[in-house]
């Protein structure tokens, strides 16, 4: 409650001071503490160290409105600790004594960290830029099922990236013509093919007709490339028909679900991994900017990812470091690197996309290493001579990466790249 | 896919432009769409124009790559049509055929509406203001299941606010001290007492513990008051956990449950309203100011109460209007209108809270009327003679008020308001 901060707050707030503030300018967190790492835009009306013990206790115990012999207890006990502040950047930790948290209870952390913080008006605006987790806490989740070794030895890929795409147009293909344009893009060379995000059982093209008639296709697809492929059908939905539409995946045959990690929401998706069905989970982050973009309010991604792996994803949108817009590369290499180090939990594969084409493997495989899905929409289908030339052309600058050569020339023996590289040039 | 807009955009808009933009000036939504009010900050490359057919195609049918004849003939069935531009404001709005959405699935109009478009370096901010669904899409879901009728049947009160308060502090009492505090509550003459957000079960505070024990003391307080009383538990976790903890508020007698409609997400919200349980089901909306706050950028609150109307929660929470922050007078107006109005489904009780105390309650009621429920934390508990005398002194504030008489004047009479009115002054 009090996601508005009332009137009162100020004048509780001196006696708060008074008697006791959160901030520990150089205190170390413990290992069993969870420690978020802010930048607070103060409000005029408070200083910045007033803002941060405002923000600090509306995450944890909130206790502000009188200072009791019980509650200072629970206070020394619960507590949470401000440190490393900085106002001019308004930068600031807070560590928090892991019995604040229900282990295993993503959306609690949810509620307590990335909860009412946001809508007070003690602060102009407030963003959470990172956020470290005690061992004892990750292992309350399950995390990755397969991981990035699972995938490559379900896929039988290995020492190259993989290679995706996305059936286009996103919503209007009807079954048979969705199988299609999956098949061709196998053919071509993709690994992966996957649904759109806003595409789950329509009218014009429903769920369980499209899953089996897709995996038909790739089972086809196998056959005549000898390669192992996949199909990351959008299962997201109201959970139980969410378990249902899995589980008619794994029935299939089928290998991979994909979901929409924002729109089902945290519940579901642990409820998803939970089921441990024989399915490997590819993250969708759609509607992730609409509290990432802002750097001064929101979330970041690097905590939603942390947070997608904490949840169990083998697989997750992290940005295309070359595309146009935010997802810059220090950021997703910072993503990158933080759902692949060593820790209790399997290692998430970092997919890549948005304005892929082939022209940009090169660059991306050199910031990203080769740990990673290239997943192109436009750059694969939009090549001139249709999307199997162009899935040949993003294998082909793949392996020519992986050979060392310049895609230019590279290009001058594989004809298919070739084009690619003259309608995109760099 | 493509959330980060790709390199090639521009170029393939002119093509697509030549041949055909989402724009029809004049148009009126037909009743079978569904129509986005958006504003939307062009970026700099592109004009207004432009982005809106972005936007359009972006949530829709997503057709850039190529225009095939196959794509036109979906763009023409499927196609989204912009209207009533106004480029100073950013201002306009996209009809949506209802083949796009896949009925009674929530997380599915998140994705395409609420999805990419948010990433996109085609618009440097875009924010979703409103949004109009056909009465067909309305039925898809269950919507509230008591609605306001059906709360104040089970709460027996008529023709005046509910009154609730919040146990605090928000996290770090035991179950024992829980229960006794929510018994104060009642006592004093709280309708309702609920959890806070981030309390759910705890080491210090187990859920199963902390309900029963609530609810005993709830019977005892029923007994001396002779009032009906509702205590609301969060039930907030993993999809399966929750729905247990609900059945198991069920089974100990209780008739709420409360839950973090966004830390949970929208495919558990949905599936705990299908479950269909005798619990009223009560919105915490925490962490919503992630995404609503900005103003230029995000989706609305207006936008988020009528989703969570069709998900069918029976309570939200709406903002204070006498608050200090973001939620003014106008916005939460016209969020319990929204919510609130004649259509197929059940309305939503409407939950005032955040700064609120008895001198605020005419105001409130004044804009509001009388079918809301006043939550207030502070301005119960932090009444200078403590949590019984402040719950009395908050329904004193509402007799007074339906009675028409000032507060200040209603404070001489009744002791516990005016030691409050004293303190709080207006």
Same mark, same amino acid.
């Given at each position: 409650?009090? /996601?508005?901060? $009332? #009137?009162?707050?100020?004048?509780?707030?001196?006696?708060l001071t008074a008697m006791d503030s959160f901030i520990r300018e150089k205190y170390k967190p413990a290992k069993s503490e969870i420690t978020a790492h802010f930048r607070v835009k103060k409000s005029e009306k408070l200083s910045f160290r007033e803002c941060l013990d405002s923000v600090a206790r509306e995450s944890s115990i909130g206790t502000w409105t009188e200072l009791a012999t019980l509650e200072?207890?629970?206070?020394?006990?619960? $507590?949470?600790? #401000?440190?490393?502040?900085?106002?001019?950047?308004?930068?600031?930790?807070?560590?928090?004594?892991?019995?604040?948290? /229900?282990?295993?209870? +993503? %959306?609690?952390f949810w509620s307590g960290i990335c909860g009412n913080i946001y809508g007070m008006s003690d602060v102009q605006a407030i963003r959470l830029d990172d956020v470290d987790f005690p061992e004892e806490y990750v292992k309350s989740f399950k995390g990755p099922?397969?991981? !990035? /070794?699972? @995938?490559?030895?379900?896929? *039988?890929?290995?020492?190259? %990236?993989?290679?995706?795409?996305? @059936?286009?147009? *996103?919503?209007?293909?009807? /079954?048979?013509?969705?199988? *299609?344009?999956a098949y061709n893009a196998w053919l071509?060379?993709?690994?992966? @093919? *996957?649904?759109?995000?806003?595409?789950?059982?329509?009218? =014009?093209?429903?769920?369980?007709k499209r899953v089996s008639l897709t995996l038909k296709m790739l089972e086809k697809a196998e056959k005549e490339t000898g390669e192992k492929k996949a199909y990351m059908p959008n299962v997201t939905s109201e959970t139980f028909e969410m378990l249902k539409r899995a589980k008619y995946v794994e029935e299939c045959g089928g290998t991979y679900a994909m979901v929409d990690i924002i729109s089902a929401g945290f519940s579901a998706l642990q409820t998803l991994r939970n089921e441990d069905l024989d399915l490997i989970l590819h993250?969708?982050?759609?509607?992730?900017?609409? =509290?990432?973009?802002?750097?001064?309010?929101? #979330?970041?991604?690097?905590?939603?990812?942390? +947070?997608?792996?904490?949840?169990?994803?083998?697989?997750?949108?992290?940005?295309a470091v070359f595309g146009k817009m935010e997802g810059g590369e220090s950021e997703v290499k910072q993503i990158v690197r933080a759902i692949t180090e060593k820790g209790p939990l399997k290692s998430v594969f970092p997919v890549a996309s948005g304005g892929l084409y082939p022209a940009k @493997?090169?660059?991306?495989?050199?910031?990203?290493?080769?740990?990673?899905?290239?997943?192109?929409?436009?750059? !694969?289908?939009?090549?001139?001579? $249709?999307? #199997?030339?162009?899935?040949?052309a993003m294998r082909q600058a793949v392996e020519g990466t992986l050979k060392g050569i310049p895609l230019e020339e590279y290009g001058l023996m594989h004809k298919e790249l070739g084009i690619a590289m003259q309608k995109w040039g760099n």
């Open positions: 409650m009090r /996601e508005l901060k $009332g #009137i009162n707050t100020y004048s509780l707030y001196s006696l200072k207890k629970i206070a020394k006990k619960l $507590g949470p600790k #401000i440190f490393g502040l900085d106002e001019g950047t308004g930068k600031a930790s807070i560590a928090y004594p892991l019995d604040l948290f /229900e282990k295993g209870n +993503l %959306p609690q099922k397969y991981g !990035i /070794e699972g @995938v490559r030895k379900t896929l *039988k890929v290995k020492g190259r %990236p993989l290679v995706g795409t996305i @059936v286009k147009p *996103k919503v209007g293909l009807d /079954e048979k013509g969705h199988a *299609k344009c071509g060379g993709c690994d992966i @093919v *996957k649904d759109d995000e806003n595409l789950t059982s329509m009218k =014009f093209n429903n769920f369980r993250a969708h982050r759609a509607g992730h900017a609409a =509290f990432t973009r802002n750097k001064e309010h929101g #979330i970041s991604m690097l905590v939603l990812a942390k +947070l997608a792996r904490l949840a169990g994803v083998d697989q997750l949108h992290v940005g @493997v090169p660059p991306l495989m050199n910031a990203l290493g080769n740990d990673i899905i290239i997943q192109a929409g436009g750059g !694969i289908s939009g090549h001139p001579q $249709g999307i #199997i030339k162009g899935a040949i």
